[in-house]
């Protein structure tokens, strides 16, 4: 059954004539650069063209350079070092970042990544306090710790030196923004967001932290703190492992992240990473151009596949230390493991949702949904969840029991914190952590119906009931006539695409249908419609949207919302629009 979305079209800007001009481009694509807060020409400019002299100096960014010195001064020292990071794409690709900038730099560093299910997310004393007997003098976290309160003080009792980098929210003082934050103590935490921060760019990921404090660890190395050499080639070649990050963790592709993940995407098919080689080979993707859909739908998946259904250790392997045997052999695994993943993920979504309905939660006053299981498989509910938001619109967290402990995964809808939603039901809860959008959590089983109640109540009181049916935004109007390669090509330049930059859909008013609607696909599962507006005729495909083909008929008057793509079929190009929901024409 296909979701019924609430359109929200952009209203035109007097401003898209002008910047038009201004720009040479079409009054159009003015009008999307507007809608994405762009006001000015040379704004426009900068993000039609990323530059890599558009990203931040790491001195920009909270104890970067202080974290970088400390680190140089610990490989000259010869100390033991320890890179402690998370077990998703963005902690692994983070670990190998700085793994590669120290050994570049005549050290040697190990690392250590917490078992999914058996440790949870995050530091934790009892890994810690191994890591500290084991002779460690400097753990370095990734992407995990600005919470770890009581983990970081151990690491210091025991005279071990521990810096924090991470991108997560901070934990609060009690629930609520505007609680003052708790920060770990510890020896340097770097954070985009720590307390007094004007870093330009709040939203940089795990991966982007660790890439900033790469660059400072060769700065300081280097006289006069300017980065040459095998350095300077190390540094650019792992825009591509902060690209993997940058898109997997779902920030938004705005500003610096938006050239990272623009020149990381363009890098990493000329990657020298025997790792990176074997990963885009095992997805079938040697020698293609590659964009954010390849990352976050293909390439990404496998690197999350060995966390979440074995031992994250096997892809950070693969992006550090493989030869291309080994990575060939790791990447043929992590294969191996998302298609498992993949059958256990549907598996799990059938009875998701079956529970939704025995219990009546998908009514109107039901704003948020917790579901739990004993036998669910904990590395993979995270991807149910944001499964399960799509179909629903509501805030879900899934749990997966295990000896009386829930191991839980959030996501949530524009408009509610999942971070604070969390911290508000912390009496319910054993640990929690993440930000506005994912989150992670561990709860008692006895507990949970206490949490289910708190965490709905909280969503009934934050979400209004038009929230939950789902936004389909939509950039401007537009006339099948104005839909031209030249179009396409154009919109194209508007990548890479992700959170904070979607892909563009047009709002194309009263078009008619002229044609029996046809299921096309394997199993019938996609429609195709031909449609006519004044004397240009298009034809228009619809994805896994069977139940079109009974809605529409001959001669009716619909509006439409799609994205105009290029068909190159046979050497003959011609433009197509891929619908993404449709309504009665509104004339």
Known sequence: MRPIYRWIISPPSKQAGPLASALRTSPLIAQILLNRGLATAEQ??????????????????????????????????????????????????????????????????????PHRLEEGYGLNSEALAQICDAGAQLVVTVDCGITAIEQARLALDRGVEIIITDHHDLRRADAGADAPPVLPECTVAVHP???????PNPWLCGAGVALKVAWAMGQ????????????????????????LGTIADVVPLRAENRVLAHYGLGGLRRSRLEGIKALIKSAGLTGKELDSYHVGFMLAPRLNAAGRMGHAREAAEML??????????????????????????????????????????DSVD??????????????????????VVNRLNRPTVMIAACNGHGHGSARSIPGFNLAEALNACRAHLEACGGHEMAAGLRV???????????????????????????????????????MTPALVRELARLGPFGTGNPRPVLFCPDVEITAPPRRVGRNGEHVQVLIRQDETRMKCVAF???????????????????E????????????????????????
Request: charged share 25%; with cysteine.
């Open 320 to 361: 550090t230390t493989a030869d291309a045997p080994t990575a060939a052999r790791i990447a043929a695994a992590l294969e191996a493991k998302n298609r498992e993943r993949q059958a256990l993920e549907k598996r799990i979504f059938e009875e998701a949702m079956a529970q939704v309905a025995a219990h009546g939660w």
């Open 220 to 243: 300081i190395d280097n006289p006069g703190g300017r980065v040459g050499g095998e350095y300077r080639q190390f540094l650019l070649e792992a825009t591509s492992l902060a690209a």
């Open 44 to 113: 426009c400019r900068q993000f039609l063209s990323p530059s890599l002299k558009h990203l931040h100096e790491p001195a920009e960014l909270p104890n970067a350079v202080a974290a970088a010195q400390h680190i140089v001064r610990a490989v000259r020292d010869r100390k033991r070092i320890v890179i402690y990071g998370d077990y998703d794409v963005d902690g692994i690709t983070g670990i190998a970042i700085l793994w590669h900038a120290i050994r570049l730099l005549g050290g040697q560093a190990d690392y250590y990544i």
């Open 193 to 199: 967001r720590l307390p007094g921060s004007r870093y």
């Open 366 to 387: 039901h704003r948020a949904l917790v579901l739990a299981a004993p036998h669910w498989h904990a590395g993979v509910i995270g991807i149910v969840a944001s499964r």
């Open 564 to 587: 105009p793509i290029i068909n190159d079929f046979n050497g003959s190009v011609s433009v197509e629009l891929e619908i993404r929901d449709v309504r009665p024409a509104c004339r």
């Open 444 to 482: 008692r089983m006895d507990k949970v119906d206490e949490f289910r109640e708190a965490f709905c109540q909280y969503a009934l009181q934050r979400l209004a009931p038009e929230q939950m049916q789902p936004r389909l935004e939509l950039e401007c109007a537009a006339r099948l006539a104005q």
């Open 544 to 562: 896994s949207q069977s139940d079109l083909a009974g809605e529409l008929r001959p001669g009716m008057r619909v509006d439409l919302a799609a």
